[in-house]
T-cell receptor, first 112, second 112 residues
């Protein structure tokens, strides 16, 4: 059974600092997603990672995938307050399905 | 292009009642999935529909049901509501099964 673990659960960081959120999963699957959720809001898609070694960057966020280690990372560079949100990684269950297994989420609070 | 829409956005019900939530996917999207989000259990997959057929179901009791119409719109129904059903219910649509999913704003259900 596919399990997705995310850490840390909570991350308080100062503006301008760098940090990484980790997402481990138990079995191989096709795709790994990163989503952002603001309080009381829906999920916003950030990245889709399809293959080993995939790296995608958007602004101060960079996501990577290591299928051999069953690990994805979301790296935050020079954090700003606007990045404060909860970040989720999720994997599809495999094959032609939309069933996503989500990590627990990381609440990121960027302090000025 | 309009996004995924969900109605109603907020709902308050009493234990024992039933509720129906509606989801209209992005135009042209044929796959709809539903997720439940609670502080305790996180984001959990409920079901997935494609071409009016349920393709996948999560680990939820039979009180949770859904359907999809020929225009791809979907509804989910929860009967005999319990306090633990209080959650944010998110709908997501994709062009095809296994494709990237786009989430709606959610329906916040409170059971008293």
């Amino acid at each position: 059974e596919l399990k997705v673990e995310q850490n840390p659960l909570f991350l308080s960081m100062q503006e301008g600092k760098n940090y990484t959120i980790y997402c481990n999963y138990s079995t191989t699957s096709d795709r790994l997603y990163w989503y952002r959720q603001d309080p009381g809001k829906s999920l916003e898609s950030l990245f889709v990672l399809l293959s080993n070694g995939a790296v995608k960057q958007e602004g101060r966020l960079m996501a990577s995938l290591d299928t051999k280690a069953r690990l994805s990372t979301l790296h935050i560079t020079a954090a700003v307050h606007d990045l404060s949100a909860t970040y989720f990684c999720a994997m599809n269950y495999g094959g032609a399905t939309n069933k996503l297994i989500f990590g627990t989420g990381t609440l990121l609070a960027v302090q000025p | 292009k309009a996004g995924v829409t969900q109605t109603p956005r907020y709902l308050i019900k009493t234990r024992g009642q039933q509720v129906t939530l509606s989801c209209s996917p992005i135009s042209g999207h044929r796959s709809v999935s539903w997720y439940q989000q609670t502080p305790g259990q996180g984001l959990q997959f409920l079901f997935e529909y494609f071409s009016e057929t349920q393709r996948n179901k999560g680990n939820f009791p039979g009180r949770f049901s859904g359907r999809q119409f020929s225009n791809s719109r979907s509804e989910m129904n929860v009967s005999t509501l319990e306090l633990g059903d209080s959650a944010l219910y998110l709908c997501a649509s994709s062009l095809v099964q296994g494709g990237e999913q786009y989430f709606g704003p959610g329906t916040r259900l409170t059971v008293t």
